[in-house]
Antibody
Framework: EVQLVESGGGLVQPGGSLRLSCAGY????????MSWVRQSPGKGLEWVAN????????YYVDSVKGRFTISRDNAQNSLYLQLNSLRVEDTAVYYC??????????WGQGTMVIVSS | QSALTQPPSASGSPGQSVTISCTGT?????????VSWYQQHPGKAPKLMIY???KRPSGVPDRFSGSKSGNTASLTVSGLQAEDEADYYC??????????FGTGTKVTFL
């Protein structure tokens, strides 16, 4: 079964940092673009970043450029998102997803990031 | 990178059809045939229902169909069933490997 499992969320103060992880199972991880998508409480989905299969190209939504860094370790079938200089408005459930068929499938169960003092 | 515009809600009776619109610009929906649709039940992760405007992944019922005209994409759910009550989000490629989601539509029974 193709599956993604995120971890690393938690409560952090404004200005703080956090590293999210996503482990992939049941597919050849190194063949696929991977994405992070977030959802603020009670709000809609927002694409955050994605990364090429070999990690050579990375793209970000404007609101996180310079603060978040996406990376991957294909040997460990893992995707990461380093969150720095966190703001209250970064509070959200963060999902990792496989880029598939010009869409995203599957998605992980999500990991909650709360930025609050 | 403004969110695509969807109606906040849509409703229909069991067995009827409901259509959700997703309006963008010529820089996203109108410029590429890379519109996808996602279904999200409360507390769950989104699920891909439609990709490349009108294609269904394996396992998605043919009650779900997609289309596009100009800068507006649409998702139609025919023969509405109880399990179709959920939030639906469109998503479009917006160039330079950027993606933009819609504002979301809650589908409920009348």
């Amino acid at each position: 079964e193709v599956q993604l499992v995120e971890s690393g969320g938690g409560l952090v103060q404004p200005g703080g940092s956090l590293r999210l992880s996503c482990a992939g199972y049941g597919f050849t991880f190194s063949n696929f673009w991977m994405s992070w998508v977030r959802q603020s409480p009670g709000k809609g989905l927002e694409w955050v970043a994605n990364i090429k299969p070999d990690g050579s190209d990375k793209y970000y939504v404007d609101s996180v450029k310079g603060r978040f860094t996406i990376s991957r370790d294909n040997a460990q079938n893992s995707l990461y998102l380093q969150l720095n200089s966190l703001r209250v408005e970064d509070t959200a459930v963060y999902y990792c997803a496989r880029d598939y068929l010009w869409g995203r499938s599957p998605w992980g169960q999500g990991t909650m990031v709360i930025v609050s003092s | 990178q403004s969110a695509l515009t969807q109606p906040p809600s849509a409703s229909g009776s069991p067995g009827q059809s409901v259509t959700i619109s997703c309006t963008g610009t010529s820089s996203d929906v109108g410029g590429y045939n890379y519109v996808s649709w996602y279904q999200q039940h409360p507390g769950k992760a989104p699920k891909l229902m439609i990709y490349e405007v009108s294609k269904r992944p394996s396992g998605v019922p043919d009650r779900f169909s997609g289309s596009k005209s100009g800068n507006t994409a649409s998702l139609t759910v025919s023969g509405l069933q109880a399990e179709d009550e959920a939030d639906y989000y469109c998503c479009s490629y917006a160039g330079t490997s950027n993606w933009v989601f819609g504002t979301g539509t809650k589908v409920t029974f009348l």
